[in-house]
């Protein structure tokens, strides 16, 4: 085994056999192979890409580069994972709502990658909260409380924690082979019993059009079920984001005004945390509106709000933040509305180039050893068909300092096109089974 070998053999578009394949991910897990091997490795499957038996076996590789971890518990196992979008905080109400409805929720979750925020950066920005645990911590929380949301230990899929880094800053993040092996080595090293995916498409996606959507969801979908994990996957739009507030702390507080029982705050997110719980317990063997039923009971009654608090003492959180939590999470010192240049209806809005923007204010990670802001960010972003008056506000920005907002205020304003009205597309454009 050799990884020059193996990477001149991607180059050459002949795929390593699934011996070969293990044996890399073994080496990434404990640093047999280096960094440059690593980076090349990604670009040349980024180019190349995978035949579908080595999809399967770089993902088991990965998988099987650590522990897999194993349950008992009086309910079933289920997780969701999302490719990745602007405005995404769904893990964030669904693992609680889940959990008050007798699921247990794993949720191994990553950083930002690129333009998308990270589960784990957004958790963060609670005071004192740590994602950083044990596995046998983890098998406490989610036992006591039902969900628990944290960061791979060294021992889960240490190949891909390895992996991830490098893809984020090595312009790989995109590729289906890799998005594939990434997700899926975690979640199947967690030891779930069922699996939803929500694979974003559009502007603010990493698939920016339905058919590559519909790759790496089959991909996803295809690898997981012959890994014996029943999965299914949506294909939602990212042509807008989904909740109205991009960046750490203030994607946290939206969710806090979900779990509150105030849908009107981020309607679409809400409505799509209970398709996605629905099509979870729907496959366990529950009618879909009964399952629909059941978890907008969960928010609404105030229980998921208490499981997701509960988490969040758990890790390391506040203890009153389901009571108290506008006082626990940062703000930036400078807040200022963006402002509509021309009068007309949002006809477009680049997702990727605002989620970049959140970036260059410090909400995201431009080399893997930035340290992230989680107090700026965008509130109140406008929707697509949306009406303006020259001067109403497209957005408030929320800045470390005023030359950052100035410049991220030029992108915001060229990311967001008004003219003629559109009209949204539906939010589900796409089931897989």
């Known amino acids: 085994m050799d990884a020059r070998a193996i990477i001149a053999k991607l180059r050459g578009r002949e795929t390593p056999s699934p011996e070969e394949l293990a044996w890399f991910a073994h080496g990434l897990a404990t640093g047999e192979v280096s960094d440059a091997q690593a980076g090349a490795f990604a670009m040349a499957i980024c180019l190349k890409g995978l035949s579908d038996e080595g999809r399967i076996a770089l993902t088991t590789g990965m998988r099987d580069s650590g522990d897999v971890l194993t349950w008992n518990l009086p309910g079933p196992v289920l997780d969701k994972h999302s490719t990745g979008g602007v405005g995404d905080c769904v893990s964030l109400i669904l693992a609680p709502a889940l959990a008050a409805c ?26 004192g909260l740590s994602v950083d645990v044990s596995e046998d911590r983890l098998h406490q929380i989610v036992g006591q409380i039902g969900c628990a949301i944290v960061s791979a230990t060294g021992r889960i899929a240490p190949a891909d924690k390895r992996l991830y880094a490098i893809r984020d800053v090595t312009a790989t993040v995109e590729s289906v082979d890799l998005i594939t092996a990434s997700i899926l080595s975690k979640k199947l090293a967690a030891g779930l019993e069922g699996l939803v995916l929500d694979v974003k498409v559009g502007s603010g996606a990493f698939m920016k059009t339905a058919e590559d959507a519909r790759t790496l969801a089959r991909a996803l979908v295809d690898v997981a079920n012959g890994a014996g994990c029943q999965t299914a996957a949506l294909i939602t739009d990212m042509n807008e984001p989904l909740a109205p507030a991009l960046g750490n702390a203030i994607e946290v507080a939206i969710c806090m005004e979900v779990l509150s029982g105030n849908r009107a705050a981020a309607p679409r997110l809400h409505d799509l945390t209970i398709d996605l719980g629905a099509t979870l317990l729907a496959a366990q063997g529950e009618p879909v509106e009964a399952a629909r039923k059941r978890l907008t ?73 930035d340290r992230i802001d989680p107090s700026v960010g ?43 009205p559109a009209t949204p597309g539906p939010m589900i454009v796409e089931r897989i089974t």
């Not at 609404?300 to 509960?310: N, P």
């Not at 200022?336 to 990670?365: E, F, K, M, N, Y």
């Open 297 to 369: 009971q969960a928010i609404t009654s105030g229980e998921a709000m208490q499981r997701f608090a509960a988490m969040i003492a758990a890790l390391g959180g506040p203890p009153d933040m389901a009571e108290d939590w506008h006082t626990h999470l940062p703000r930036a010192p400078v807040v200022g509305d963006v402002t509509a240049p021309v009068a007309g209806h949002v006809s477009a809005i680049d997702g990727q180039a605002l989620g970049l923007a959140v970036v260059g204010l410090g909400g995201g990670r431009q080399v893997e050893t």
């Open 378 to 420: 965008l509130t109140d972003v406008v929707r697509l068909g949306q009406a303006v008056a020259k001067g109403d506000a497209l957005c408030t920005l929320h800045a470390s300092s005023e030359e950052g907002a100035e410049q991220a205020a030029q992108a915001i304003r060229a990311a967001i096109t008004i003219g003629e």
């Open 102 to 127: 007798g699921v247990y929720v794993p949720m191994i979750s990553g950083r930002g990658l690129g333009h998308t925020g990270g589960t784990l950066d957004k958790l963060e920005a609670i005071p």
